[in-house]
Nanobody, 126 residues
Framework: QVQVVESGGGLVHAGGSLTLSCVASGRTGDIFSMGWFRQTPGKERLFVSVISWNSGMTYYSDTVKGRFTISRDKANYTVHLQMNTLRPEDTAVYYC???????????????????WGQGAQVTVSS
């Protein structure tokens, strides 16, 4: 089993920045990739970004590309999501997720990930 815990959410004005962090524990050697999703009330959970644990290869949704940056600290089993130029539409609960599957099998759908954190609220005011 793998456990993932997010931190770093909060309230920020439009144009501001926030960094989310996610720490993995347990059988971390099983993890191939770590991703971020976000969800607003009544809507489906949507892909934001993913990073390959070994290669460091990254992918982003079109809505955040160029504004968000995902990175990993392998020594501490931590993934960060640096969010810049935030917009009110970025307001959501952000979830960290871990996958034991390689990226080639897919990474934008929630079923690609086995392990989920509890979520971190990000609110961007206009």
């Amino acid at each position: 089993q793998v456990q993932v815990v997010e931190s770093g959410g909060g309230l920020v004005h439009a144009g501001g920045s926030l960094t989310l962090s996610c720490v993995a524990s347990g059988r971390t050697g099983d993890i191939f990739s770590m991703g971020w999703f976000r969800q607003t009330p009544g809507k489906e959970r949507l892909f934001v970004s993913v990073i390959s644990w070994n290669s460091g290869m990254t992918y982003y949704s079109d809505t955040v590309k160029g504004r968000f940056t995902i990175s990993r600290d392998k020594a501490n089993y931590t993934v960060h999501l640096q969010m810049n130029t935030l917009r009110p539409e970025d307001t959501a609960v952000y979830y960290c997720a871990g996958s034991t599957l390689p990226l080639v099998t897919g990474f934008t759908e929630i079923h690609h990930y086995e392990y989920w954190g509890q979520g971190a609220q990000v609110t961007v005011s206009s």
